[in-house]
C-alpha cells in the first residue's frame, strides 16, 4: 500500500506512518512537505491514496483535494488535522473527501483508510475483467455500484447494480432514453436534474469520466440525493465506449443536514444581539464564529477577531469582578450572566451584556461555548442617572435575551433554541410539532394565521412584522409582554417563519415605575400649590387687608385741608387694592379656592367664564344638575386636564367654539371637550415633545382613567376623558 502523508510538521507525518506502520505492514508511505514534492507525486500517480492536515504553508487541505481531484477523481483523500471544527469537517465530506479526522483520534486513521480502500463482493460479470480498470472505483467508499454497457443505438443498459441501490429505486433491465426522467419501473430522475443526466451521459460517451450529483424518486415516493462517479470503458480494439462503471454515494441524510443548519444561521444572523461561538480551553476560547449584529456591536471583522479570546474587548480594563464570574463559568461549563466595560476596535466604551452557555454533543460532552452579546450602554446610563436622583428606583432593563423558533406554513414549531425555553417555560420536545397558538394569546390567533396564509413566492427572504407588540402565553398560562418579529424564508420550495420573541416584561415594569414617580411628583406639587396659596391668603392677604383698613383711618383722620396726604392715602389705598386682586389671581392660579369650596363641577364653570371672558369664544357646557361625590385628589386631576385642554385650544387651535359635556354613570366620570378648530393629525397627537398631552394621559392613567385624542386636520380635536370619581 502506497500512500502520501502531507504536512508541514516532519514530526507530524512521523507520527503518522508510526500509527500506519502498526496496522499496515506492507505500507510505503511517501512524505510530502511542499508544493514541488507535491506536484511530482502528482506526475507519477502510483498511490493508493492521500492523507492531508488541512493548514498548510503553502495551500489549505480542501484546495489541495480540489486539486487531486482534478487529476484523479477516484483517488480516496482523508483529511487529518489539528485546526478544525465541525465547519471545516462538514466543508470536508461535502466536497467528496473520503474521511475528515482530528489527530486526536489519529488512532482511527488506519481504519478509515482500509474502509475508503474496500472492495465490495463482484458479480460474475465482473470476474473477468482486468482488475486494474476497476481499482478505481472500487476505492470509493460508496453506498452503491453499477455497471452498464452500451447498447448498438448507442444507449446506456444496465448489467448489474448493487441490491442496496435496488432496494430504493425504480429500475427495469434496460434505460431506452436515459437522458430524460423515466416512467414505468426504469430509473426516475427529478425533473430539475434532467439536463444535469443529458450532460453526464454525453460527457460518458466522449469517454471522460465524470462525477455528478442529482436526485432521484425512490420506491418509498422519497426524494434521494446521490453522488454518482463514474467510469467509461472503452474497446481496446476500436476505443469506442463500451461499458460504464458507477460508484454512488447517498448524499441525502447530509443534504438534509445542511437545509437544517442553514436554517439554524438564518436563525442566529436574524437575532439584534451579538452572538459568538468559541472553542475550548484548548484553543484559549478562541473565536469560531460571529454573527453581523457582534461585528457592527464591535467594530471588528471576522477575520480580526476569528481565534481570538473575547478579552480581546476588554482592552486595559481587566480589573472588573464579572470577569472572573465568567472565567468560572467557562472552568465549571455552565450558564452564566454578566455585565461588562468592554471597548470597540476604534476604542469607545461600551456597557455589555453577556449571557455564555455550553454548547454539547449528543454524548452530553461540551464542545463549545455560545455568547450572546447586547449593548446596554443607555441602560446603564439611565440607571446610573435614576440612582442619582432617587435611591428608591433600581435598575429597568436586565436578563433580556432573544428566543428563535421556526415554523412551518401550517404554524407547525419545527425546532427552537434554547432561550425559548427559558422564555415559555417549556422544554423542547414539549413544543416541537406544536402549533404556534400554544404561546400566544387569543386575539392574536386571527393575525397569526392571516400572515401564514400570505405567503411570498417572489423572494427568498420578507420581514412580516418587525417588533410587533403583543402578549405570550408561558406553560403555566400566565400572560406577559413581548415584541415579536417574524421573517418568511424560502427553502427548497418550502414556506418557513423565522420568528424572534423579546421579552419586554421589565421594560413594561420600568415604565410602571416612571409612571408613579411622576404622578407621585404631580401630586406633591399640587399639594405644595396648595400650601404657598394658603399661606399667602393668610398671612400675605391678611397683611393687605389690615393695610387698607389703616390706610382708610389714617384717612379719617386727616384734616380736611390736607389735601395732598388725603389724596395720597386714596392712592396708596387703590395700590393696596390692586395687590389684593394680584394675591387673590396668583391663589386662584395655584389652587382655586372655589374647587375645594363648591366642587369640580362650579369650578369648572368659573374657569370656562373666565376663559369666555378673555377670548369671546363661544363656551357651551353640558353637565348634571347634582353636584359630583368625587375626592379632592381625583377632582383636581380632571380640572387640571380640563385646564390644560382649554389652554392648549386656546394657544394653538384657533377655535372661536368649545363644548364641554360632562356626565356620570356609577362610579365612573365621562368628560368630552370639542372644539371647531384646525385640528390634529395623528402623527402630531403622538409627537414625542407634546410635553401637555402626555401630562393629561399620565394624569388620567394614575387615577386609573382613560384619556383619548381623536382629530383631522380642519376638523377640530375631540377629547375624551373616563375617570372613577372616587379611589378603589
Known sequence: MKLLIIDDDAAERALTIQVLSQQFADLEAVEIAGPDAFAHSMVQADFDGVVTEFRLAWTDGLA?????????????????????????????????????????????????????????????????????????????????????????????????????????????????????????????????????????????????????????????????????????????????????????????????????????????????????????????????????????????????????????????????????????????????????????????LFWNEIHISPIRNQNNVITHFVGVQKDVTERCEMQALLSRKEAKLRAIFNNVFDGIFIIDQQGLIESINPSIEKIFGYQAHELIGQNITLLLTDPEWNWHDAYLGRTNNDSDQNVICAGHETYGLRKNRSKFPMDLSIIEINVDSRHLFICTVHDVSKHKQAEDALRKLSSHLELAREEERARIAREIHDELGSLLTVLKMDLSWLNKQLPADWVKCRAKTVNMTEQVDDAIQTVRKIITDLRPSILDHLGLLAAIEWHLEKIRQQTQMKCLLTMPEHPIDIDDKHSMAVFRIMQEALTNIIRHSMATVVIIKISVSGNNLQMYILDNGCGMTHAQINKHDHYGIKGMHERARYFGGELKLDGRPGQGVLLSLSMPIQAA
Request: aromatic residues 8%.
Open 64 to 348: 489541495l483535494f480540489r486539486q487531486i481531484r482534478r487529476d484523479h477523481a477516484v483517488l480516496p483523500v482523508i483529511m487529518l488535522t489539528r485546526y478544525g471544527d465541525e465547519m471545516l469537517a462538514a466543508a470536508a465530506i461535502k466536497s467528496g473527501m473520503a474521511d475528515y479526522i482530528p489527530k486526536s483520534h489519529r488512532h482511527t486513521l488506519g481504519d478509515a483508510i482500509t474502509a475508503s480502500l474496500c472492495k465490495p463482493d463482484l458479480p460474475p460479470l465482473f470476474q473477468d475483467k482486468n482488475d486494474s480498470l476497476l481499482l478505481g472505483i472500487l476505492r470509493l467508499k460508496s453506498d452503491y455500484t453499477y455497471a452498464m454497457r452500451i447498447g448498438p443505438d448507442n444507449k446506456p443498459v444496465f448489467e448489474w447494480m448493487s441490491p442496496s441501490f435496488k432496494h430504493i429505486i425504480n429500475c427495469r433491465d434496460s434505460i431506452n432514453d436515459a437522458a430524460a426522467p423515466l416512467d414505468g419501473t426504469g430509473l426516475a430522475i427529478h425533473p430539475n436534474d434532467t439536463d444535469i443526466i443529458q450532460y453526464r451521459f454525453a460527457q460518458l460517451r466522449a469517454g471522460f469520466e465524470n462525477i455528478a450529483e442529482y436526485r432521484v424518486i425512490g420506491n418509498d415516493g422519497g426524494c434521494y440525493w446521490l453522488k454518482d462517479y463514474a467510469l467509461p470503458i472503452r474497446d481496446p480494439a476500436h476505443a469506442d465506449v463500451i461499458r460504464i462503471y458507477g460508484s454512488i454515494q447517498d448524499l441525502t441524510r447530509e443534504r438534509a443536514t445542511e437545509e437544517q443548519l442553514r436554517l439554524m444561521q438564518c436563525a442566529i444572523e436574524s437575532s439584534s444581539n451579538g452572538i459568538v461561538i468559541s472553542g475550548l480551553a484548548d484553543t484559549d476560547y478562541g473565536i469560531i464564529y460571529a454573527n453581523n449584529a457582534f461585528l457592527n456591536l464591535t467594530g471588528y471583522r471576522l477575520e480580526e477577531i476569528r481565534g481570538q479570546n473575547c478579552r480581546i474587548l476588554n482592552k486595559h480594563d481587566h480589573n472588573q469582578a464579572e470577569i472572573a464570574q465568567l472565567r468560572t463559568a467557562l472552568h465549571e461549563g455552565c450558564d452564566a450572566h454578566v455585565v461588562l466595560r468592554n471597548y470597540r476596535k476604534d476604542g469607545s
